[in-house]
């Protein structure tokens, strides 16, 4: 056990203690439902951070719907969400993307698997299939768990899936270095340094709006960013 984990798991950890955060970037087609889902499943007891560098309407529907917008220049992906992760200050982050793809209603099942003593629960977007993915972008997350699980020498199913939970403590000890590959890195950093890290299935919708990453140029970020994260993990 973390001595971080022994000293948040006196009391158990409620909505009122969680975070939902994510990058926005012109996602104005889906960002009312996920906020919306969040409210519900949460009662509106969940903080709601978007870090946003939109084009479009999104930083103006979020507001409408509660959630603090931090604006920042567009940047990459990893720029925006290692703002959003640590932003908060309160003890529970989740990370999610703002398209629609994740299910919300699986934060309670999160919330619980912190308070079960998890520093950080990955969704495994993998394991029942993933059959709205595109075939590209599937192909190319199985392999990117594959790379991550030999250079780690520890088997992990999904390493760029965009929802998680983590204890706030945790994101702020480990200094967080990727921009493409940060999905990546926030799994394999804490993993190699000894954290509590499950990995739990989760649906996987359609995403609404157009996606932002190219498949090939993205891929290779992200593959660099997995060799060399777990490289300076080994170094340490």
């Not at 409620?14 to 926005?24: E, K």
């Not at 567009?74 to 994740?102: M, N």
Request: proline content about 4%; glycine content about 8%.
């Amino acid at each position: 056990m973390s001595s971080q984990q022994s000293s948040e798991t006196d009391s158990a950890f409620t909505f009122d203690d969680l975070a939902v955060v994510m990058g926005t970037y012109n996602e104005e087609d889906a960002i009312a439902t996920v906020l919306e889902d969040i409210d519900s499943v949460t009662d509106g007891r969940a903080e709601v951070v978007c870090v946003d560098g939109s084009s479009d309407r999104t930083p103006e529907i979020a507001r409408e719907h509660g959630a603090t917008v931090i604006e920042q220049e567009p940047q990459g992906y990893g720029v925006a969400v290692r703002a959003a992760v640590l932003a908060p200050e309160r003890p529970v982050v989740v990370t999610t993307d703002c398209d629609d793809t994740y299910p919300m209603e699986r934060l309670p099942d999160f919330l619980a698997e912190i308070n079960d003593g998890a520093d950080v629960v990955s969704g495994d977007r993998l394991y029942y299939g993933a059959e709205e993915m595109p075939g590209l972008n599937k192909l190319g997350n199985e392999l990117f768990a594959l790379l991550a699980s030999v250079a780690m020498g520890k088997r992990v199913h999904d390493t760029t899936t965009g929802m998680r939970a983590y204890r706030r403590g945790l994101l702020h000890q480990i200094r967080w270095t990727e921009n493409t590959g940060l999905s990546a890195e926030l799994l394999m950093r804490p993993l190699m340094r000894g954290y509590d890290v499950r990995e739990r299935p989760i649906e996987y919708d359609e995403r609404k709006g157009e996606t932002k990453l190219d498949p090939f140029e993205g891929g290779a970020a992200i593959a660099k960013s997995i060799l060399k994260v777990a490289f300076e993990e080994r170094l340490r």
